[in-house]
């Protein structure tokens, strides 16, 4: 089964994309800061990330630069709460396959991690 | 120049050993905390790592589990004033060199050629040519 982590600092935004991932067929986790994301990046077993940007100890943007480091081949969507461009910028040079704004709309999502290679 | 990182902390002991490695020879990065070091050791190439084993936050093991993926050959001295056996076993089946604190310089800059030299030994071995 396709394995998604999904990284927020809202837990419960976090749990609910968990939830609504599995339901559609996917296996998902999640981890709460960009910290908790490299280390299980590290540990493997992962299809795909789903990275929030603004979160503390390590933001999504440096999460994703560690994370291309350390498994080049993992995709990771990266989402955002601010309308600027520069979190959408950043995190596409940084790797990112895109950036969605919040809220996510979750057909949107499952698309992108479609096109992104994670099919259920 | 031998570029080393320096990771605790202990701002106080941050400054000694810049002062002290500068002295010496070294050319010195520091940093006081393990989500901004892994990402600095990401984006720049190190010697050699010295890291503080027990900071708040992230925990020394998490960060060199970390370092051994970002910059894998890259020797890591560990600093602390604990030794437990357990963790001590840990850290060095990660391949880290533990020195107790407080640190004696001259310790320390043995430790630092030391791992310098295994590094260059390996690599030479690795590519096939007699080390330096």
Redesign the interface.
Known sequence: MTKILVVDDEKELAQYLADQLAESGYEAETALD??EA??KA?DGNLDAIIMDIRMP??DGI?AI??IR??TPDLPVLAFTGQAGQSDIVESVRQGAYTCLLKPIKFSELLKTLELMGASR | MIKVLIIDDDTNLLNFLTEELTDAGYSVKTIDNGADAIVMAAEQTFDVILLDMLMPGLDGIQVVRVLRKVSPKVPIIGLTGYVGRGYMSQAMDLGVTILTKPVVFSELTKEIEDAIKNKQKTEAVSSGKPAQ
């Open positions: 960009g910290v490299v280390l590290i100890k390590l440096n630069k560690i480091k350390i």
